[in-house]
T-cell receptor, first 117, second 111 residues
């Protein structure tokens, strides 16, 4: 398996524009997570899905952020409209997720570095 | 409200010496902990984990210690190598398979 795939790797956009980040989880993983990494707050969980269903979106900063998982092999994180304070690295991760704690190890993608000017 | 804290943003160690990275947590219900390592321009990768039924887990040069009464864990790297230079994140497994991460500690191992 190629691991978790994210695109694009880098995105530079202007304030007010719509940004869409994409993620392909590892095949067979039932859980998908979206994180944001900043210097101030480290790795923050934004939202996660189980079997394509959003379970907890309490980390989504505001209504400008939305995430979807239309099928088991694809998820998107959208920011509309984008603002300079959204500049960060966004990671997608997936895990098997089961009753065994060791199955909750998350595998991360390489991240998307977003810059909003 | 940080449930998992890494109070040292950075650590510098000489090659061959021991690196000790610390992590504190506030929720006594946490019973599984993980350490992740992150290189620049890459995603975090799993390094080692420990269950609360143990107080030590060892994997080669890496050992994690858990002190439940103090709600504290630490990662020891012996001997440290320049390739260990990275950001290390401590994480606790929460309900629903969520991981709660600390802010990370940047380790620099100097030759």
């Amino acid at each position: 398996d190629a691991g978790v795939i994210q695109s694009p790797r880098h995105e530079v956009t202007e304030m007010g524009q719509e940004v869409t980040l994409r993620c392909k989880p590892i095949s067979g993983h039932d859980y998908l997570f979206w994180y944001r990494q900043t210097m101030m707050r480290g790795l923050e969980l934004l939202i996660y899905f189980n079997n394509n269903v959003p379970i907890d979106d309490s980390g989504m900063p505001e209504d400008r952020f939305s995430a979807k998982m239309p099928n088991a092999s694809f998820s998107t994180l959208k920011i509309q409209p984008s603002e300079p304070r959204d500049s960060a690295v966004y990671f997608c991760a997936s895990s098997l997720g089961s009753g065994r704690a060791s199955d909750n190890e998350q595998f991360f993608g390489p991240g998307t570095r977003l810059t909003v000017l | 409200d940080q449930q998992v804290k890494q109070n040292s943003p950075s650590l510098s160690v000489q090659e061959g010496r021991i690196s000790i990275l610390n992590c504190d947590y506030t929720n006594s219900m946490f019973d599984y902990f993980l350490w992740y390592k992150k290189y620049p321009a890459e995603g975090p990768t799993f390094l080692i984990s420990i269950s609360s039924i143990k107080d030590k887990n060892e994997d080669g040069r890496f050992t994690v210690f858990l002190n439940k009464s103090a709600k504290h864990l630490s990662l020891h790297i012996v001997p440290s190598q320049p390739g260990d230079s990275a950001v290390y994140f401590c994480a606790a497994l929460s309900e629903g398979g969520k991981l709660i991460f600390g802010q990370g500690t940047e380790l620099s191992v100097k030759p």
